[in-house]
């Protein structure tokens, strides 16, 4: 359990990182056209999305069939390809008019953020002796 919780750590400092990044400069973000609130959303959209695929492809890498690892970090990634898009979606039906462009492409930015320590949080589990 202390294993997981050290490979959990990563997620749980980047969600604070950027949290504490967003409101520090909301100022200067909504000069760049940037909502804020939409960037804070997104960051705890990428937590969640990021934890629950995160226990999927740990669960299994203890598996001995090789093509499970495989399938679950395919199911991961159309789990977070459809909830970006739905996600998107809401928004622009939400805001109407007042959509911005710019938060949708910060939130992107996030998610290749929230990818690459997941992407190094799983490569860490793999080259583990048990997994």
Avoid at 10 to 33: D, E, R, Y
Avoid at 112 to 125: D, F, G, N, Q
């Amino acid at each position: 359990m202390k294993a997981q919780r050290n490979f959990l750590l990563p997620l749980a400092l980047v969600f604070i990182i950027c949290n504490v990044f967003f409101i520090s400069f909301k100022a200067q973000l909504s000069k760049l056209g940037i909502d804020n609130a939409v960037l804070i959303i997104a960051n705890s959209l990428f937590l969640i999305i990021n934890l629950i695929t995160f226990f999927i492809q740990q669960k299994a890498l203890h598996n001995t069939n090789p093509n499970v690892f495989i399938r679950s970090v395919m199911a991961g990634m159309m789990i977070k390809m459809f909830v970006c898009i739905i996600a998107i979606i809401i928004y622009w039906y939400i805001m109407g008019p007042a959509f911005s462009r710019a938060s949708v492409f910060a939130g992107m930015l996030l998610y290749l953020i929230y990818l690459a320590v997941e992407v190094s949080l799983v490569t860490k589990l793999n080259k583990q002796k048990n997994a």
